[in-house]
């Protein structure tokens, strides 16, 4: 199994719609990030979490919600999506590498949202 | 804030040739810079990293050494294969909330 599995991997939906967007993970890390990717802006940071109780907003959380339901899963829900909404989404988790100490993502696979 | 500019692409090269691929960073205080590259139809995946000055990262035949003179962490391979074909997102870290990305460049490696 994947370290980060993200469900689904692709929906289309229709304005107006509520989506939610799973991840869960195994690397046991306490740092979880939902990013969106869109093309010729990379990724940019929608929320993140450092454990259970700690949610944070990212530089594009409107119109996005999350859960953190535990160290495992954290969701990502779009209450009304919109067509702007349309782009690759990425759970991530964050934890210190064994050898040098630094801070690395692991990335799931991605979830595709398509909203007409 | 912190910021990542990488070079725009995409970069089309032909198997063999060298790549170099620019990344230049902002940041306050002394980050950790990381190179992730992302297979079609895959997630992200880190390449390599350094954590301090004049340290070099390297995997996979590419390197990438940080420069904080220049701040700078250019991605470098000395003979690309068709493989290699992927978009590479220069990133930093330095410690607080989340990493900075860069907006990726597409490299695509023809035979």
């Known amino acids: 199994d994947a370290d980060v599995t993200q469900t689904p991997r692709n929906r289309i939906t229709k304005t107006g719609k509520r989506i939610m967007l799973e991840c869960s993970q195994t690397?046991?890390?306490?740092?979880m990030y939902w990013y969106r990717q869109d093309p010729g802006l990379g990724l940019r940071l929608i929320y993140y979490?450092?454990?259970?109780?700690?949610?944070n907003k990212g530089e594009i959380s409107d119109g996005y919600s999350v859960s953190r339901q535990a160290q495992a899963k954290f969701s990502l829900s779009l209450e009304s999506a919109i067509p702007n909404q349309t782009a690759l989404y990425f759970c991530?988790?964050?934890?210190?590498?064994?050898?040098?100490?630094?801070?690395?993502?692991?990335f799931g696979a991605g979830s595709r949202l398509t909203v007409l | 804030g912190n910021s990542v500019t990488q070079m725009e692409g995409p970069v089309t090269l032909s198997e063999e040739a060298f790549l170099t691929i620019n990344c230049t960073y902002t940041?306050?205080?002394?980050?950790?810079l990381f190179w992730y590259v992302q297979y079609p139809g895959e997630g992200l995946q880190l390449l390599l990293k350094?954590?301090?000055?004049?340290d070099k990262g390297s995997n996979k035949g590419f390197e990438a050494t940080y420069r904080k003179e220049t701040t700078s962490f250019h991605l470098e391979k000395g003979s690309v294969q068709v493989s290699d074909s992927a978009v590479y997102f220069c990133?930093?870290?330095?410690?607080?909330?989340?990493?900075?990305f860069g907006s990726g460049t597409r490299l695509q490696v023809q035979p």
């Open positions: 940041a306050t205080g002394y980050p950790s």
């Open positions: 690397k046991g890390h306490d740092r």
């Open positions: 350094a954590t301090k000055a004049d």
């Open positions: 991530a988790t964050m934890g210190a590498d064994a050898s040098s100490g630094a801070n690395v993502l692991t």
């Open positions: 979490s450092f454990d259970v109780k700690d949610i």
């Open positions: 990133a930093l870290d330095t410690g607080r909330r989340a990493l900075t």
